[in-house]
């Protein structure tokens, strides 16, 4: 590193610039990663932040949860397979509620639970739902943006229900909706208001979380009940309505975001390699091995990748800091560091290329040239 | 024992029509201590038979021995460890190192040889004091004068003591009386530490400060009796 560190000393405007091409394409690696998170996170946090293992949907219904039906009694036949820990019911409508003293209409994930199952979620300001708490709700924090305030009614349109917000919770979005959590008779007396639409089940839930420690749960469950689809977590969210076009599109850029990062570097690598030819020449002259010249120059490389990465870095988490709430951005450090390791290999890569390029260089034409 | 000693040498560059035979059984022998200009018209093959014997280029035919050891088969890794030891090169200007301070052009000799050690530090620094550079210690090239830059070379070209010296063209880009001051010093560092130094010029003013001249004429060594 002797040479390494002095000459990005000499030259520093030169490596300033390649290192803030390197910065520019981390951060927007970052601010991308960024937003593939936030916007899934968005899409499915209340079925990413569910305490459950598995979902017991209909079968035939495409894992999607609004089409999905079925009757309670599937719950006391998914507790009694053997394997399954914990379970609970669940109802999921989508709404438009109206504040009682606002004009603004907002679109919301109505989900149903059993205020005391594990699906309960972390109230942070106000009450807990309460067994048989009737017309009353937890909605997610985002509806505070819309100026709802504990206490305030909801009127839920195309219904003549209303509800109470007794507390908030956070985290809590579903089909990129904000969540309200109500009892289960609630939600049926809305979602199955028009006659026939429970399809002649008896009490009707749209699906069943469950909870397991077993391997193949998702199997067996699929082989004791009939007429149900079983699935992991990560799974039903990956199948939410257009998971999988947001994760597609980000993917894809982050890939040609690589891609491209690898060309541009080994193209500025190389030249500065050509460049540096006639010095290289003067270096084997004196007696530098190949090896030694290539340890110079990938520890040279190292060094700015890492530093350009992690300034990268360190500005993408400024801008998540400064981000106004509505944008769909969380940063997941473990994203980062996976991305930073992936930015330095390849990096390291595209100076590959110039190694070739030493190791040809002549220790001859050095002698016998007048500049 | 003679320090350097070319023993029939013979080099071809190319193949079939293209072969150019840049030289013919050139023998030459230097001295602990003594210094031997090589003269000759452009293309005669001086700086070819530089390379040859500062183990840079290997010869076609004949032997070359440095401090006695025969370098005709070794490797190419084993020839840049005989170049870090044993030889000490001076080339043109554009021969050091564009980001490196003085004395820093110094300590990578011994950077590469694996010994960059408070002692060599110490030599460093004597070396360019004893050349008069002590007072360009941390500048670049590219803020020393043409003369400068020569006399970093050679305090480089001291700085792993070696054996022999090899110079081509020194003062090709340098004034007369600059010139002469790097040759002079050339000369002077050279012989008072035994060095086998050997020397490529245009510049016939300098033979008077040389031991013996050689002259060089399509690819054929001769002496030049004074
Ligand atoms: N790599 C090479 N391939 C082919 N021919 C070469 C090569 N290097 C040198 N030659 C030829 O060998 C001959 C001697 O070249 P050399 O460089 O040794 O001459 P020189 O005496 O140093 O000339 P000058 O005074 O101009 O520096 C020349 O005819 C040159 O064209
Ligand atoms: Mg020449």
Redesign the interface.
Known sequence: M??AL??L???KMRYVLIGGIMMLIAWLVFLLSGLANGLATDNGSSLKNMKADAIVFQSEVKLYLHRSLLPMSKLDEVKGVQGVTNAAPLGMLTVTTKDSDGTESIDATMLAIQPESFLAPKVIEGQALAANSGQEAVVDKTFKRHGVKLGDELKIQSSDQTVKVIGFTTGQTYNHLPVIFTNIPFWQKIRFAAPGSDSGIQNPISAIAVQSQQDGITDMLNQKLSGVETVTRDVALQNLPGYKEEMGTITMMLAFLFVIAAFVLAVFFYVLTLQKS??FG????????TS?LAKNLLGQIFLLSLVSIVVGAGLTYLVAAVMPGEVPFALDNGVVVVYSVILLIVSMLGAMISLRRIAKID??Q?????? | MSKLVLEGVGKRYGEGVNTVYALQDVSMRVEAGEFVAVVGPSGSGKSTLLAIAGALLQQSSGNVLINGVDISSFSPAKLAQVRLHQIGFILQSSNLVPYLKTIDQLLLVAELSGTRNRETAVRAEKLLTELGLAHRRDHYPEHLSGGERQRVAIARALMNDPDVILADEPTASLDTTRGKEVVEMLVREAKSRGKAAVMVTHDERMLHLCDRVLRMTDGKLQEVNP
Do not use: D, M, T
Not at chain 1, 282 to 289: D, F, N, R, T, Y
Not at chain 1, 366 to 371: P, R, S, Y
């Open positions: 002797f040479l002095r000459e000393k000499h030259s006639n010095q003067v270096l084997k002259a004196l007696g530098a091995s030694y220790a001859l050095a002698i016998g040239k007048v500049e």
